[in-house]
């Protein structure tokens, strides 16, 4: 059974950075994409950052502060964050998607449990 697991998240003031860490596992062949996804209280789910292959996309307004970035051997994906403001705070999810295992070709979706991140001001 894949497996995803975030990590990384913390408190940090406004104007700080954070680096997530986010790794699958579970006798992995591929993951086609990986992405971040974040949900603030009261806020539905939203794009913050994907990657598949070479190609990145994200959230809006996030370019230029947030990077995401991959490690295909690891089966791990990054999100360094940068200048970080309140508006931030809300729980990191990982989403591996596109996922074939060795023995199931069949393309999963896999979900982490999220991580929190906390900006003050």
């Known amino acids: 059974q894949v497996q995803v697991v975030e990590s990384g998240g913390g408190l940090v003031q406004s104007g700080g950075s954070l680096r997530l860490t986010c790794t699958a596992s579970?006798?992995?062949?591929?993951?086609?994409?990986m992405g971040w996804y974040r949900q603030a209280p009261g806020k539905e789910r939203e794009l913050v950052a994907l990657i598949r292959e070479d190609v990145t996309r994200y959230g809006d307004g996030l370019k230029g502060r947030f990077t995401i970035s991959r490690d295909n051997a690891k089966n791990t994906v990054y999100l360094q964050m940068n200048r970080l403001v309140p508006g931030d705070t809300a729980v990191y999810f990982c989403?591996?998607?596109?996922?074939?295992?060795?023995?199931?070709?069949?393309?999963?979706?896999?979900w982490g449990r999220g991580t929190q991140v906390t900006v003050s001001s």
């Open positions: 579970g006798n992995i062949r591929i993951i086609h994409q």
């Open positions: 989403n591996a998607d596109g996922v074939q295992t060795r023995n199931n070709l069949r393309p999963k979706s896999v």
